[in-house]
C-alpha cells in the first residue's frame, strides 16, 4: 500500500509518500515504520482498529472512506 517494490516510477513514489503522510495526518498514531510496512487495506484496518479500540465495521468504514478516492 505505502510501501516501495523498487522498480517504480518517480510518479509512483511521489503519490505513495504522499498518501503515506496523508495516513498519518489522519491517524497520527502510524509510525513512519507501520506506514511502511503496511501493504494492504486489511493491514491498515487492522492497525487502525487496534490502535483506536474502535469495533472493526467502524474502522472498516473509516480506512475505506479515505481509501475509496485514492490508486494505490
Known amino acids: ?3 516501495f517494490s523498487g ?3 518517480v510518479d509512483t513514489v511521489a503519490r505513495k509518500r504522499g498518501f503515506m503522510a496523508e495516513a498519518r ?3 497520527p498514531f502510524i509510525t513512519l515504520f507501520d506506514a511502511s510496512t503496511i501493504k ?3 493491514q491498515l484496518i487492522s492497525l487502525v482498529k487496534d490502535r483506536t479500540g474502535a ?3 467502524d474502522a472498516e468504514r473509516d480506512v ?3 481509501t ?3 490508486q494505490f
Open 25 to 27: 495526518e489522519r491517524w
Open 64 to 66: 475505506q472512506a479515505w
Open 68 to 70: 475509496s478516492d485514492r
Open 1 to 3: 500500500m505505502f510501501g
Open 7 to 9: 522498480g517504480e516510477s
Open 55 to 57: 469495533p472493526r465495521p
Open 40 to 42: 494492504t487495506e486489511a
